[in-house]
Structure formats: C-alpha cells, structure tokens
C-alpha cells in the first residue's frame, strides 16, 4: 500500500512539474480521480484495522487537501503564464486604420423637422402628435368645414370604407385636427406645434399622395396678430438662417381662421437659382391666422374669453426651398445616392444656438 508521505512528496513534484494545463489535469485525474491514487487509498480504509482506520483517515485527508491545494495553486499560476504569454504576442496596433463602414445619413425630412422643433421649442411650444385616421369631425366638422363645404373636395381626401352607421373615417389632410384634440383635451395656455404625415390624393412633380406638415397653435386671453406675425418672422428668419429676410402677410382664406392670411419670404431667382433673403420675387412659405371663434367654440373654449393663431407648413416644400432639393418625388424613393448627397451626417443635432 502506498504510504501517504511518499505520495505526497511525490505527488507535489510532479504538480511542480506539470508545464501546462493539460500537464496538470492529468496529475489531477492520477490522484484524485475515480481511479486516482489518493481515492484507491481512502477505499482500501474499509479493509484497514479499525485501532488504524482512525490515524489513517486523517492522514489520507490531510493528504488530499494539501494535493487538491497544491493543483489550484499551480492552476492558477500556469493560467496567469498563459495569459501573460497572449498579451505578449496579441497586441493591437491602435495606428490602422478603421476599416471601412458604411455611415448612414438622416433624411432631410427628419433633419428638417429637428430644426423646426428646435426652433418652436426654444420660443416655449411644446410638440403634440395625433393619428393618421381621423373622424370627419376632427379633420373637417370641428375645423368649420361642414360637409357641403368646397374645401372638402379641395382637399382630395382618402376615405376609408363606409361604416355602419354612414359615417366615414379619413386618412387626415392636414395636420389640422391636432389642433382639435388639443383643445378638446386641455385648457388655455395652449402653445403646440404638430410634425407629421398627411395624406391627399395627389401626385406630380411638387405633390405626394403622403407628405408632411407642421402645424401651430396658440391660444391663450390675450393672444393676437401681433404675436402671430412675430412668431412666425422669427421662425422663419430661424430656420432660413437669414437674419433680416424679408417677409409679407397676404390676406388669404382658411374656413378655421378669421382672419386668415399666407406668408410669403423674399427670394431671387438671378442668375438661376433660387436664394432665400432680399430680392425683387416672393415665395409662399405657410398658411395662417386667428382661431375662428367657431372653432374655440367646437372644442368648448369660450371665445369671448380667449383667442388663438395657428399656422400650417409643408416640411417637404420647406426643406426643398433651403435645400435646394428640385424634386418632390424623390424624397420617397429611398435611392442611397440621393440621401447620401442630400442627407445629414447624425452626430450634428439641430440647435439654434449652434446655427442649426
Ligand atoms: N391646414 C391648412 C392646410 O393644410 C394650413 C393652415 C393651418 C392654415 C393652420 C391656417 C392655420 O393648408
């Protein structure tokens, strides 16, 4: 039988010995596994006298411990050595350079709509959104449009199918009926602006049957037109980058305001192209004008008591105007040269402050 101090020392050494991991797994299984040495030893103790059985056991424990010791030891040492001689050899050269991948852009609407927001946001508006399908009430009734009105047929509208009752729900036309919901949904002060799709059925080179909006309301007591031309020569000084751009109001007419007005800027065409700021032509740029008090009334605001303005825009005409972007169409063909020439490189934030 062996004798554990022998084993011991013997065992030691050739853990001592083992160079690498597998070296020491296998003086591992020799002594401790199933069939190990160490085990051999502890399953002969039955057989042992029982005045020995005692003295021996401890011993054998005593020796398993200090050999299972001794592995972990040399484990965790021969697998620093490992580690060290990886680092050695796997360095990374920080000098080459990155390989080439492909960087996406933001598309001119989404840019276009951070720089209006951030623009709106800075004067205090807050942004509110509403659905795609909207009741007739909210895209025309609620907005003065009653049902035999021309501007219904003006606005080329999607229906969805009849429903049981007759009524029908619209694909919205305008960004409009947001201003409804607010109003219907909280009261005075009311400072929103309202980006997102509309929907006309319309197509050519300055029309999509899905295209954008953004809308403004506000409405609170003292709320007049000096406030809403203020507001809107600032956005668009803003937004154009052109500090002193001239601009003219046009008496215009929307069945939801009174009175209602366009807003052009200045432009000029010379020498070809167009550049916003002062020359001899003008640009229609929005749509605007005070609340219709019907309309205050329909969402259960008292118009002796408050007034309102609001406007409405196209994103995509606005965007082509300061981008130059000649082509309506193409804003929806996903062609990755044209987003790559016409689009915005994302780690540049719209922000007023940084000049948009
Ligand atoms: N909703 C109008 C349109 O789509 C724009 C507008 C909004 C005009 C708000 C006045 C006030 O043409």
Redesign the pocket.
């Known amino acids: 039988m062996d004798n554990p101090d022998q084993l011991r020392d013997q065992l030691l050494a050739e853990i001592g010995d083992a160079a690498d991991l597998d070296a020491l797994e296998r003086v591992r299984v020799e002594a401790l596994g199933r069939s190990g040495r160490i085990t051999g030893l502890m399953k002969a103790l039955g057989q042992a006298a029982p005045e020995e059985r005692r003295e021996r056991g401890q011993a054998l424990n005593a020796l398993k411990d200090a050999v299972a010791a001794a592995i972990e030891t040399r484990k965790a040492a021969l697998e620093d050595a490992a580690l060290d001689a990886r680092l050695a050899v796997e360095s990374v050269d920080v000098t080459l350079p990155v390989r080439p991948e492909a960087e996406g852009r933001i598309h001119p609407i989404s840019q276009t709509i951070d720089e209006m927001v951030a623009i709106f946001c800075e004067m205090g508006f807050s942004v509110a959104e509403g659905p795609h399908i909207e009741t007739d009430f909210n895209n025309f009734t609620a907005l003065n449009i009653p049902p035999e009105h021309p501007a219904r047929q003006e606005h080329d509208t999607f229906y969805l199918p009849e429903k049981e009752d007759g009524s029908r729900l619209v694909l919205r036309t305008?960004t409009?009926p947001v201003q409804i919901r607010t109003m219907i949904d909280m009261a005075p002060p009311i400072r929103i602006i309202v980006p997102g799709r509309t929907f006309r059925a319309d197509y050519d080179a300055t029309h999509s049957p899905m295209f954008h909006?953004i809308?403004g309301l506000v409405v609170d007591e003292t709320t007049h037109m000096g406030h809403l031309k203020g507001c809107l020569i600032d956005f668009c000084a803003a937004f154009f980058g052109v500090d002193d751009l001239p601009t003219r109001f046009r008496p215009s007419f929307?069945p939801?305001?009174e009175p209602?007005a366009e807003m052009d800027i200045g432009c000029t065409r010379e020498g070809g192209g167009l550049t916003i700021g002062a020359g001899a032509d003008w640009l229609e740029i929005l749509?605007?004008?005070m609340v219709h008090p019907k309309v205050l009334e329909n969402c259960g605001i008292d118009p002796a008591r408050y007034q309102g303005f609001?406007?409405?825009l196209g994103i995509e005409r606005a965007a082509m105007l300061k981008y130059g972007i000649p082509d309506l169409r193409t804003f929806y063909e996903s062609d990755l040269r044209w987003l790559k020439h016409y689009g915005f490189v994302p780690l540049d934030v719209p922000t007023v402050a940084g000049g948009l």
Do not use: L
């Open positions: 305008h409009s909006q809308e929307f939801f305001t209602s749509g605007c004008g609001a406007f409405g």
